[in-house]
């Protein structure tokens, strides 16, 4: 499975660690509710279908990602840095044809 860092392009899975739900609100940190915290460490849905993850990618520019990923097919529908202002993750760019992220391919010009 590739998931296309918006930083680095397109890494293979072995590159990224899986660090959670994120559409599970935090408890505040000085929530002594015991039940609120059991609720947040224990408790899991299990969707099927599109759900919101965030990632590292760890083995690159350990940067942090909110992936909205098929729980069913497990494809990456969308990726975003995590934290980013409106973070709303986009469909990943794909270099056009012939160029890269650095300039267009070599011996054309731009």
């Not at 739900?21 to 609120?36: L, M, S, V």
């Not at 690159?60 to 409106?86: D, M, N, Q």
Request: some cysteine; hydrophobic content about 30%.
């Amino acid at each position: 499975m590739l998931i296309t860092c918006p930083y680095c392009g397109p890494r293979d899975l072995a590159e990224f660690s899986y660090q959670g739900d994120a559409n599970r609100p935090r408890p505040d940190q000085h929530d002594t509710d015991q039940a609120r915290w059991n609720a947040y460490v224990y408790d899991r849905a299990n969707p099927a279908g599109p759900h919101r993850e965030y990632w590292q990618h760890a083995g690159g520019c350990r940067k942090h990602l909110l992936i909205v990923r098929s729980t069913l097919t497990h494809a990456i529908e969308s990726v975003a840095f995590a934290g980013a202002p409106g973070a709303t993750p986009q469909a990943p760019r794909r270099a056009a044809k012939g160029r890269t992220k650095t300039g267009p391919a070599k011996g054309k010009k731009p």
